[in-house]
């Protein structure tokens, strides 16, 4: 059983912030459970860095998924992309841990966990999720940026049992790590990762 469970989501290329959230929390790949929720590529400095790092994490144990970018990239004939093909397909679409779910972009309440389409829970098709999460279930999702909700800076936007944890780093605003042991969020500006933000958060 592993201490933490961290995750993470669309981090776009910001493989920086990334390592500056892990350096944070002090992550320990033999004692945390780390989960990354997708959209590494795009928007962002470094998708190509970032790739591996996810990479080596998943290695380390990490569960990786894949976002809508990453199904953007497995459409790609650049030869620079197709080499991260192999990879790519790898990435799983939905994970459950205890009595969290986690999806790039949610689920499809309407059809059992085994049965989800990957276009929907990834966000790469548009479909109608997260109607009606089982109360015994949370949802954590990324894809969709706060500031779509109205929220400001690096405010995580909460429904019931679903929470968004997409702070807007594809948007040059911030890459949030959750940590849903302890209930903690650490944030940091893709921009200025000079100070990172701590706060509680309910759950």
């Keep these: 059983m592993k201490e933490r469970i961290l995750v993470v989501s669309d981090i776009h290329g910001h493989r920086k912030a990334l390592v500056s959230l892990l350096k944070a929390v ?43 970018h990453e199904m953007r990239w497995l459409e790609s004939k650049d030869k620079k992309i197709k080499r991260w093909h192999k990879f790519l397909r790898e990435l799983s679409t939905i994970e459950v841990i205890d009595d969290y779910i986690f999806a790039h972009a949610g689920i499809d309440t309407s059809k059992p966990l085994n049965k989800q389409i990957k276009e929907y829970t990834t966000g790469h098709y548009n479909h109608n999720l997260n109607r009606n999460i089982p109360k015994n279930k949370y949802l954590i999702h990324g894809h969709i940026p706060n500031y779509r909700y109205g929220l400001k800076n690096d405010e995580l936007y909460q ?45």
């Design 26 to 68: 002090n992550f320990n790949a033999r004692k945390d459970q780390l989960v990354l929720m997708g959209d590494y590529v795009n928007n962002g400095p470094d998708s190509f860095g970032t790739l591996k790092l996810v990479k080596r994490l998943k290695r380390r144990g990490a569960r990786a998924l894949a976002g809508n």
């Design 159 to 203: 429904k019931k049992n679903i929470l968004d944890i997409d702070t807007g780093a594809g948007h040059n605003k911030f890459l949030s790590l959750i940590d849903l042991t302890n209930a903690y969020q650490y944030s940091v500006k893709v921009t200025d990762m000079s100070s990172i933000n701590t706060k509680r958060i309910k759950l």
